[in-house]
């Protein structure tokens, strides 16, 4: 079993090429076969191979079982994971907060009128 | 409204979460919304989730148990132990998730100037996986996750995918 930390590792280290984070880009529109990837960059088919292959082994991209094209499919949760889950967590919790916010001021208001409504009248 | 406070998420270590946010009121009342359930449920989990279940038995070695239910169906359920009650200023709990082992300690501190007050949480893990696991737990299954991801990823590697 991979730990996160392995994996996120995997991921900033596909991440950290380019022309991969290109392919990436790419796949967002849709599946692609290799040859489709290849020609927008000008590279070889072989040179392709090799950052899909990366891009694979990090789990960011898998291969369709379409047999004759093995169009190459977008994989979102390792990068979801990288760019995301700490980000979500402080949404998360700022979006409690807000809330937490307008309750507070809720309670002081009541407070502020009960103060008001019972002047000279201490319980 | 007042002007909130944004909330400050650090990772200080690999076993540890600190939230600080500031808040436009006494601490009493903080303190309060933190531990009384009909306060807790009015505030806690924004966007559709909500409080299933919200039992706390203030007192030391008195339990709390939170149930989250998410939009989705899904539910969260973490529990624990209160180990220091001292209001307005401090709480210290145990925290642990039923998807996942791993106990934590959670040390909330209140501070007032001037009316305000300042909310820091701590939260301790026992080891790294638990730490993500905590930071994770919020948005597990977020199906929002995945639609921002395209955007992201667009984002970030057009102006590389034309040099």
């Known amino acids: 079993v991979i730990n996160i930390s392995q994996r996120l590792d995997a991921t900033f280290a596909a991440l950290a090429d380019p022309t991969r984070r290109a392919i990436l880009a790419r796949?967002?529109?849709?599946d692609a076969s290799v040859l489709e990837l290849a020609k927008p960059f000008g590279i070889s088919q072989p040179a392709i191979s090799k950052h899909l292959k990366v891009l694979e082994r990090a789990g960011l991209i898998s291969e369709s079982r379409d047999a004759q094209r093995r169009p190459r499919r977008l994989e979102p949760k390792p990068l979801a994971e990288a760019t995301g889950w700490l980000e979500d967590f402080r949404q998360f919790w700022e979006a409690s907060f807000q809330r937490l916010d307008v309750l507070l001021d809720e309670e002081k208001a009541k407070r502020k009128k009960i103060a008001h409504g019972k002047k000279g009248d201490r319980r | 409204m007042?002007?909130?406070?944004?909330?400050?998420?650090?990772?200080p270590t690999d076993?540890?979460?600190?939230?600080?946010?500031?808040?436009d009121a006494p601490r009493q009342m903080v303190f309060d919304a933190l531990t009384k359930p009909e306060l807790l449920k009015r505030w806690f989990?924004?966007?559709?989730?909500?409080?299933?279940?919200c039992e706390v038995d203030l007192k030391v070695g008195g339990r709390f148990h939170f149930v989250?239910?998410?939009?989705?169906?899904?539910?969260?359920?973490?529990?624990?132990?209160?180990?220091?009650?001292?209001?307005?200023?401090?709480?210290?709990?145990?925290?642990?998730?039923?998807?996942?082992?791993?106990e934590s300690q959670i040390t909330t501190e209140f501070a007032e100037q001037n009316g305000r007050t300042t909310l820091t949480i701590r939260s301790l893990s026992p080891a790294k996986e638990v730490r993500d696991a905590i930071l994770r737990a919020g948005t597990d299954g977020m199906a929002e996750c995945y639609d921002?991801?395209?955007?992201?990823?667009?984002?970030?590697a057009r102006?590389?995918?034309q040099g």
Not at chain 2, 148 to 156: D, N, Q, R, V, Y
Request: glycine share 12%; proline share 9%; charged share 20%.
């Open chain 2, 68 to 102: 989250i239910q998410r939009p989705g169906g899904g539910r969260t359920g973490m529990r624990g132990v209160w180990s220091e009650i001292a209001p307005p200023e401090r709480l210290v709990h145990t925290e642990s998730f039923d998807d996942f082992p791993g």
């Open chain 2, 45 to 53: 989990a924004p966007h559709g989730w909500s409080l299933a279940v």
């Open chain 2, 148 to 156: 921002k991801l395209a955007g992201i990823l667009a984002a970030s």
């Open chain 2, 2 to 11: 007042t002007n909130p406070g944004t909330l400050k998420v650090a990772t």
């Open chain 2, 159 to 161: 102006p590389s995918a």
């Open chain 1, 27 to 30: 796949l967002t529109a849709g």
């Open chain 2, 15 to 23: 076993c540890e979460i600190v939230l600080t946010r500031e808040f």
